[in-house]
């Protein structure tokens, strides 16, 4: 796996260009479904159900301009022989195999990614965030934000915590910052602020006094 193969989960390559000016695009789960979807209906009439999938899929990922330059598989069918989608149908499964890691990924690369992530406490500090508002990376609102605006949710977050604490006394203060195992409840001898181990705490504390990241 290379070095940066985790950024794909964030921002990998949504399109791929071909040479005759159009271009193969990622498809949404739900995209996916509705060639299955149409791909059935194809094949009911007799055409080959492995063909009839290639074109329903073909059809959603093929565009030029940024639009589909077939209306549906059928047209894709008409269109083209079934070397031509066989071989647009390969491309794009390689792409989306390279670019769209999902949940019917290699266990291996699972693993590697996983492990990429566990080592970026600000990835994970960006996805804790996320969860704390509800969105998903998807969303507008998501796409518009900068690592200010991160970190500006971030801090109140932490600032949230800390009041928290500070409303308990001092001895259910430091049962609160005990960290707890989930199933039992018993102490599990470290010390924790509020539920995110993804804190670097120092940083943002000289970060609040004015200090350098």
């Avoid at 209906?41 to 073909?58: E, H, I, S, T, Y």
């Avoid at 998903?136 to 970190?151: C, F, N, S």
């Amino acid at each position: 796996m290379r070095d940066y193969d985790w950024l794909t989960l964030a921002g990998g390559a949504d399109h791929l260009a071909l040479e005759d000016g159009t271009a193969l695009v990622l498809l949404t789960s739900r995209q996916v479904l509705e060639a299955k979807g149409e791909a059935l209906d194809l094949a009911r009439a007799g055409r080959d159900p492995a063909l009839c999938a290639n074109a329903c899929l073909v059809a959603r990922a093929l565009t030029r301009a940024g639009r589909p330059v077939y209306p549906s598989g059928r047209a894709v069918l008409e269109a083209l022989p079934p070397a031509a989608i066989e071989d647009l149908a390969r491309t794009w499964a390689d792409f989306d195999r390279r670019e769209n890691p999902g949940l019917g990924t290699d266990p291996a690369r699972v693993e590697k990614l996983k492990n990429a992530l566990e080592q970026l406490p600000q990835e994970r500090l960006k996805w804790r965030v996320l969860r704390a508002f509800r969105a998903l990376p998807t969303e507008e609102r998501v796409k518009a934000m900068t690592g200010r605006d991160y970190l500006w949710c971030a801090l109140h977050l932490l600032l949230d915590q800390e009041e928290e604490a500070a409303r308990l006394c001092p001895a259910c203060r430091a049962g609160a910052e005990e960290a707890r195992c989930p199933v039992c409840g018993r102490a599990v001898g470290e010390v924790t602020r509020g539920e995110n181990p993804g804190f670097d705490l120092e940083r943002f504390e000289r970060l609040k006094k004015g200090g350098v990241l």
